[in-house]
């Protein structure tokens, strides 16, 4: 069964790539593939990085979508801002999944400023930043999507599946899990893989490494490589111990650090994968030789 696997697709192939909520990531890994990616990012910090890595903002903001006509881009790329989807976050967006997946039925997102009113209504413009990529592929028909956000946001994915069907997409969404491609954390996200070909069968990249068991951390999938742990990608102790940590209650096993007790499920050993890095990353520790 063909899969649309981003890095196959793009590698030495010309493609251009159009990344909406850019950041320099992707762009750079666009670059490192030989394709050419354009990006749209508000962010001034963002937008000087993206300059030092050599990467082509073309403006600055989603909802400005007519300056996307007359760019030549055969591939859409968008993570929106997922600050209302995540459960790390308030959850305003999950609260309003209804009205999304209702908006989506009612094909509102045809409309931009429509679009973005109705997001202005709910009280938090990020919402309909969600659905914003459904407008640049009803407008502009590119030949393959990516879209990627946090798990809760994979209803809307599914729901864009049924849009894009009628354009003659073929599509799929679902979870992956960053450790099985390779990446040093355990991070679950909710992508859409698309190409304009009804007879293309659209599947998820096969994963190369094992997904990592939190319950059981020796567990391994068979046939693929081992999860890559903190130890080997950044040169951690395996002993040490990872992550936010917080006074140990009588919930769970304990550990002692610095003869204080802390919540040992808050941590993780050198050995294993990190926990997903999330804002709160900026209170994470490190431990040597704790574990």
């Known amino acids: 069964m063909p899969d649309i696997n981003p890095a196959t697709l793009l590698a030495g192939s010309g493609h251009v790539v159009l990344d909406l909520f850019a950041g ?6 666009v670059k490192q593939l030989g394709a050419d990616e354009k990006g749209v990012e508000q962010m001034p ?9 050599g990467l082509e903002t073309v403006y600055s903001d989603v909802w400005d979508v007519e300056k996307a006509e007359g760019l030549e881009f055969d591939t859409l790329w968008a993570s929106p801002p997922c600050q209302t989807f ?5 959850g305003a967006g999950r609260k309003a999944l209804d009205d999304v997946l209702k908006t989506i039925e009612t094909g509102k997102y045809e409309d931009i400023v429509q679009l973005r009113a109705w997001a202005t ?20 028909r590119p030949e393959y999507v990516v879209l990627e956000q946090v798990p809760a946001v994979l209803p809307v994915w599914n729901a864009y599946v049924r849009e894009m069907e009628a354009w003659g997409y073929s599509s799929w969404a679902g979870h992956l899990h960053s450790e099985q491609y ?37 567990r391994m999938d068979p046939g693929v490589k081992p ?27 304990v550990v002692s650090i610095g003869g204080q007790p802390f919540r040992r499920r808050d941590l993780r050993s050198g050995a294993s994968p990190a926990q997903a890095v999330t804002e709160k990353v900026r209170s994470w520790s490190r431990f040597e030789d704790a574990a």
Not at 45 to 53: C, D, G, H, S, V
Request: charged fraction near 25%; hydrophobic fraction near 35%; glycine fraction near 10%.
């Open 24 to 29: 320099s990531g992707v762009g750079a890994a």
């Open 45 to 53: 910090e963002a937008q000087e990085t993206r300059r030092l890595n």
């Open 86 to 90: 995540s459960v790390a976050g308030k």
């Open 121 to 140: 209504m709910l009280g938090d413009e990020r919402i309909g930043l969600v659905l914003s990529p459904l407008h640049y592929i009803w407008r502009f």
């Open 182 to 218: 390779g990446a040093p954390q355990t991070r679950k996200r909710a992508f859409l893989l698309a190409k304009r070909d009804p007879d293309w069968v659209a599947s998820p990249p096969p994963a190369n490494h094992s997904k990592y068991y939190t319950r059981d951390p020796q």
């Open 227 to 253: 999860w890559v742990s903190m130890a080997e990608a950044l040169d951690f102790g395996e002993t040490d111990l990872v992550g936010f940590p917080r006074k140990g209650d009588w919930r769970g096993e």
